[in-house]
């Protein structure tokens, strides 16, 4: 299951059915679950933990030091869960101690050539990031979203569950649950009907959400007066809450 030709530091702890291929240097401090599959000439270096059933391809680089200037060696994490898929040349960093410790990526995401995340970024579950999408340091990606191809996610940005963003799109803001951005500044170009379809969300609901979006970006409100109309909605549609309480949370204000 071990390429001879690997190089695998004898304190990393990899379960007895990974398989790593020819060329590949795992250091200490690394511990891959069962099932997870390394490709050839990858660099994995630890704190790192990598769960079960993962599909690791050539050429990639987890768990390098954070690309910031504060960091000065603390013990610092990258973590990532079950059912990844990561494609080549992908590099994943560790977290810093002041960001909070530890970069996180969640089960069940399709991650293509040449992502990169950033130090202490928080990434969900079942997501898609296309083939160069980056996060700047301390980005948070929840469940569902797609990134277009070379997307690039400004630190400390935030990006709603279900949200969608085009090819080449530059986001210095945090985008809400739903939204589809597109462009350089990325801006709001409606919902993501399409991936919520795909999801399951019926008619019903997906016209619930369309409602909601007009009334954040086309009815001329205020934000605070959009939100109270977004509360009173939120009463007759389970979905309209977590845009309202994403968009009180927002540090960095919403794009709009």
Known sequence: MIDPRACIDPAAELDEDVEVGPFSVIGPKVEIAAGTRIGPHSVIQGPTRIGRNCQIYQFTSLGADPQDKKFEGEEALLEIGDNNTIREFCTFNRGTESGGGVTRIGNNNWLMAYVHIAHDCIVGNDNIFANAASLAGHVTVEDDVILGGFTLVHQFCRIGRNAFTSMGSIINRDVPP????????????GINSEGLRRRGFSRERIANIKKAYKV??????????????????SDESDDIQPMVDFIRGSQRSIIR
């Open 178 to 189: 739903y939204v589809t951005v597109a462009g350089k500044m990325a801006e709001p170009r």
């Open 216 to 233: 954040l970006y086309k009815t001329g409100l205020k934000l605070n007066e959009a939100l109270e109309s977004l509360d009173a909605m």
